[in-house]
Structure formats: structure tokens, C-alpha cells
């Protein structure tokens, strides 16, 4: 029988707010490798954001586009990963560049596979690693 550890609260032995975890020879801080913020938004006619992690709201600026962190991050030098996509396959192929760093609102900018300014109109999901404030 498999056991199971149930537990309301982890808390590090040295340091309260660190956990480390070790996968055979290799150990990885626990709250490093967590996304801090997420967001999956449809942008095809009223912003929908579907789901989302310590966002207090995304602005749709048409290419431009603004994530507005419920909390900040410690500094402007966050990690993230985006993916624009579409669910009929229609559009041309679309990356975000991020044209403004903040700790709390960064700011992107959607462009096509032309390199031109274009606005989403579709999802947008985008995921973002770091240390919060």
C-alpha cells in the first residue's frame, strides 16, 4: 500500500521560506521552479481572461498589452513564456515582446511572423517566473 503525506503547511528546517527538493543527485529549490503568475486570455472580441494566477487584470491595448500583477515581483527581471494561438488556425503566426518591464505591470507588445505590430485577436496565454516582493 502506497503512503501518502497530507499536510496543511511545509515550512524549510534552516529557512522558513525555502524547500529544497533532490531527485537523485540533483536539487532543486522548490519555490524557484513555481510559476508566480499565469494567464490564459481570449482576445477575439472582449477580453476573457479563462484563467489566471496573480493577475489583477490584463488591458487590452489592441497589439499592446498590459499584466497587471496582484503581487509584484521583487524586481523587473522576471522569466516568462508566452504562446499566442488561435482556434481555427486562421491567423498569421504571433510572438509577444515585451516592450516595458515592471515589477508589477509589464507591458508587451503582440507582433506578427512580418515583424509589424498586430493585435492579438485571439488566446493569449503567458506564464511568469521569479521572486515575488
Same mark, same amino acid.
Given at each position: 500500500?502506497?503512503?501518502? @503525506?497530507?499536510?496543511?503547511? @511545509?515550512?524549510?528546517? $534552516?529557512?522558513?521560506?525555502?524547500?529544497?527538493?533532490?531527485?537523485? !543527485? $540533483?536539487?532543486?529549490? @522548490?519555490?524557484?521552479? @513555481?510559476?508566480?503568475?499565469?494567464?490564459?486570455?481570449?482576445f477575439s472580441g472582449t477580453a476573457v481572461t479563462?484563467? #489566471?494566477?496573480?493577475?489583477? %487584470?490584463?488591458?487590452?491595448?489592441?497589439? =499592446?498589452?498590459?499584466?497587471?500583477?496582484?503581487?509584484?515581483? !521583487?524586481?523587473?527581471?522576471? +522569466?516568462?513564456?508566452?504562446?499566442?494561438?488561435?482556434?481555427?488556425? $486562421?491567423?498569421?503566426?504571433?510572438? &509577444? #515582446?515585451?516592450? #516595458?518591464? %515592471?515589477? %508589477?505591470?509589464? +507591458?508587451?507588445?503582440?507582433?506578427? %511572423? #512580418?515583424? !509589424?505590430?498586430?493585435?492579438?485577436? =485571439?488566446?493569449?496565454? &503567458?506564464?511568469?517566473?521569479?521572486?515575488?516582493?
Amino acid at each position: 500500500m502506497a503512503s501518502k @503525506l497530507k499536510v496543511d503547511e @511545509l515550512e524549510g528546517v $534552516t529557512t522558513a521560506g525555502s524547500i529544497d527538493v533532490t531527485t537523485g !543527485s $540533483t536539487t532543486t529549490n @522548490l519555490q524557484q521552479g @513555481l510559476a508566480k503568475a499565469f494567464h490564459q486570455t481570449d482576445f477575439s472580441g472582449t477580453a476573457v481572461t479563462r484563467r #489566471s494566477l496573480n493577475m489583477a %487584470s490584463i488591458t487590452d491595448g489592441g497589439a =499592446q498589452h498590459t499584466c497587471n500583477f496582484t503581487n509584484s515581483f !521583487s524586481d523587473i527581471y522576471q +522569466v516568462w513564456t508566452e504562446g499566442v494561438g488561435d482556434s481555427d488556425h $486562421t491567423s498569421a503566426n504571433r510572438a &509577444m #515582446s515585451r516592450i #516595458s518591464r %515592471s515589477a %508589477s505591470a509589464p +507591458v508587451f507588445i503582440c507582433e506578427a %511572423s #512580418s515583424g !509589424s505590430n498586430q493585435d492579438a485577436e =485571439q488566446d493569449l496565454n &503567458m506564464l511568469f517566473h521569479g521572486d515575488l516582493a
